[in-house]
């Protein structure tokens, strides 16, 4: 099993451009995420999928939108980049969102975006 | 004010000193969870503890639901311990977490 997979691993766009992050987990999971890491800051949320077919936002979803393609694929779309978006993306996978909160969750190996 | 407090923001220990973490936090929670982010920038699940304490192999955590603090220990430090270690505590129903800023540890030879 490939557990979560993210890709490009890394990417450079330029302000106006846009872009699709892609994730995909092979373990039946019913529940994903999309995650920013900044520096000197904890792991924000942007939006979740509970289950296929719903989709919510996080802490941090403005200049995003989200497609819950089916239930192993969940990609994450920049509209038009801009440079406070230059962060590190981390999608995510837990089995059972009846689990709520006390669910493990299973990360990919992130994307690197930098928007010049 | 954070909600989930780490401390130290960073560690350096010798091989084989034992290694205490802590995570405060100021909310109710169902969960609290700590992972591991390695240098290489992977994150992987440690535990999820709701009560008392659990232990996998040299890593034992513990939580006191009434001071509403954790605790990550690592005995017989190793360099391969060296990482950023984040706790995070989840609310409610849904799945969403709370992240601490991490504490980075390193551990000498």
């Known amino acids: 099993n490939a557990g979560v997979t993210q890709t490009p691993k890394f990417q450079v766009l330029k302000t106006g451009q846009s872009m699709t992050l892609q994730c995909a987990q092979d373990?039946?999971?019913?529940?994903m995420y999309w995650y920013r890491q900044d520096p000197g800051m904890g792991l924000r949320l942007i939006y979740y999928s509970a289950s296929e077919g719903t989709t919510d936002k996080g802490e941090v979803p403005n200049g995003y939108n989200v497609s819950r393609l089916n239930k192993r694929e969940f990609s994450l779309r920049l509209e038009s980049a801009a440079p406070s978006q230059t962060s590190v993306y981390f999608c995510?996978?837990?089995?059972?969102?009846?689990?709520?909160?006390?669910?493990?969750?299973?990360f990919g190996p992130g994307t690197r975006l930098t928007v010049l | 004010k954070n909600e989930v407090e780490q401390s130290p923001q960073n560690l350096t220990a010798q091989e084989g000193e034992f290694i205490t973490i802590n995570c405060s936090y100021s909310?109710?929670?169902?969960?609290l969870h700590w992972l591991q982010q390695h240098p290489g920038g992977g994150i992987v699940s440690l535990f999820m503890l709701s009560s008392g304490k659990k232990k996998h192999g040299r890593l034992i955590a513990t939580i006191n639901i009434q001071e509403k603090h954790s605790s990550l220990h690592i005995t017989a430090s190793h360099p391969r311990d060296s990482a950023v270690y984040i706790c995070a505590v989840g609310r409610g129903s849904q799945g969403n977490l709370i992240f601490g800023k991490g504490t980075k540890l390193s551990v000498k030879p």
């Open positions: 995510a996978s837990s089995e059972d969102a009846r689990q709520g909160s006390k669910a493990v969750q299973f």
């Open positions: 373990m039946n999971h019913n529940s």
């Open positions: 909310v109710g929670i169902s969960a």
